[in-house]
């Protein structure tokens, strides 16, 4: 009986989402306004990942080995890519949420911070310039190392670029506002396991197994030789990924958090 690699290895997502559902669930961690804040930031990015496969897969990755996968294709990219997305993104906010709601409950920001802070704010944007401009020197940066290293296909890295304008762009217009609520020891933790277990799952199995490829002109050029050539937006693509925090801490602030009826 063939058993499709690629298929069965996303338990490494799922398994820990279905073990932190069942946790919540018995220690009532989380009020119905953070569930819904939670899954709509859920669904929300995971457009994102969407939008990656559906526009630019073709252009940045290969998808060689058809026995990897359970041979649903959506445009031609195995269905495994877009469930590869939405749990992707389901782990690192459930861990940082687990992280933030009971392992590391002593840096948590009361709800009634949140309360006062919304008040306040009236739903009005922050937005960090800073982040505009970090993302910016980035690219700037990124196109000069793949001039250098990497001449060939597209001028800029493709590939690179897209992850950091889509992990800046939540930091441009979310972290004014949330940067004195991410519970930040969370927030470090979930980028450490998150890269610890997805670089570890893709030079042991995504990559020997041909799960999928890169296209290298559309990279930097930067590849690690003794992880079967991985380049290096394989590994800096968690740490954008954790940037999505401040879009749950947005949500929390700014819609789903009930406003409290005494202020200081």
């Known amino acids: 009986m063939h058993i499709p690699g690629y298929t069965v290895s996303l338990l490494m997502w799922v398994l820990p989402i279905i073990a932190m559902t069942v ?18 930031t859920i669904l929300a990015l995971s457009s994102i990942g969407f939008v990656l496969d559906l526009i ?21 990219i195995p ?27 002593k840096y948590n920001v009361p709800d009634d911070e949140y309360a006062r802070y919304r008040s306040e704010l009236e739903h009005k944007l922050i937005l960090h310039f800073k982040s505009l401009w970090l993302a910016i020197i980035f690219i700037a940066l990124g196109t000069i190392c793949k001039r250098l290293i990497n001449p060939a296909g597209e001028f800029i890295p493709g590939y690179f670029t897209f992850l950091v304008i889509t992990a ?9 506002i949330t940067r004195l609520f991410i519970n930040w020891q969370a927030f470090f933790f979930t ?3 998150t890269m610890f277990v997805s670089v570890i799952w893709e030079v042991t199995l995504a990559i020997p197994g041909k799960y999928w490829g890169y ?3 559309a990279m ?25 925090i401040p879009v749950y801490e947005f949500v929390k ?3 789903f958090t009930p406003i409290s009826s005494t202020k200081k």
Do not use: S
């Open 191 to 193: 980028m450490q396991l």
């Open 253 to 255: 602030i700014c819609y």
């Open 168 to 176: 800046y762009m939540p930091m441009f217009l979310f972290y004014g």
């Open 79 to 105: 269905i495994e890519e877009f469930v590869f997305y939405i749990t992707g993104f389901w782990f690192i906010l459930f861990v940082y949420v687990f992280c933030d709601e009971w392992f590391l409950l």
């Open 215 to 217: 296209q290298h002109g």
């Open 23 to 40: 946790f919540f669930i018995q220690h009532r961690v989380l009020t119905r306004e953070k569930i819904f804040a939670l899954l709509a």
């Open 220 to 244: 930097l050029g930067i590849f690690i030789k003794h992880w079967f050539g991985l380049p290096l937006e394989a590994v800096t693509v968690w740490i954008f990924c954790t940037l999505i």
């Open 56 to 76: 630019f897969a073709h252009c940045f990755f290969t998808f060689e080995n058809t026995k990897a996968v359970c041979g649903i294709t959506i445009c031609q």
